[in-house]
Nanobody, 115 residues
Framework: QVHLVESGGDLVQPGESLRLSCAAS????????MGWHRQAPGKQRELVALVNIDGRPHYADSVKGRFTISKDPKNTLNLQMNSLKPEDAAVYYC??????????WGQGTQVTVSS
């Protein structure tokens, strides 16, 4: 089992920044990849960013150039979010996939962007 706990969600105004963090515990040695998903009201959950097995980041087009994903190997995951827009408002979920293709999700952290 892998346990994921997100933190850092807050209420911010458009143009401001937030940094989300995810702490992984449990069978962290089994983690292959980690990433962030989000779900906005009335929308389906979508992939925001992930770290590939070779360490290269991948971003959704909607956040490219504004968000930066980084990780400490198999332990913590971070998402630096700059120039936030109202459409970025969502519950953000830390995710992990292990070597047996088992997926894990955190409980989520709320990001609200409003003027």
């Amino acid at each position: 089992q892998v346990h994921l706990v997100e933190s850092g969600g807050d209420l911010v105004q458009p143009g401001e920044s937030l940094r989300l963090s995810c702490a992984a515990s449990g069978s962290v040695a089994s983690i292959e990849t980690m990433g962030w998903h989000r779900q906005a009201p009335g929308k389906q959950r979508e992939l925001v960013a992930l770290v590939n097995i070779d360490g290269r980041p991948h971003y959704a087009d909607s956040v490219k150039g504004r968000f930066t994903i980084s990780k400490d190997p198999k332990n913590t995951l971070n998402l630096q979010m700059n120039s936030l827009k109202p459409e970025d408002a969502a519950v953000y979920y830390c995710t992990a996939t292990d070597w047996h293709n088992m997926n894990y999700w955190g409980q989520g952290t709320q990001v609200t962007v409003s003027s």
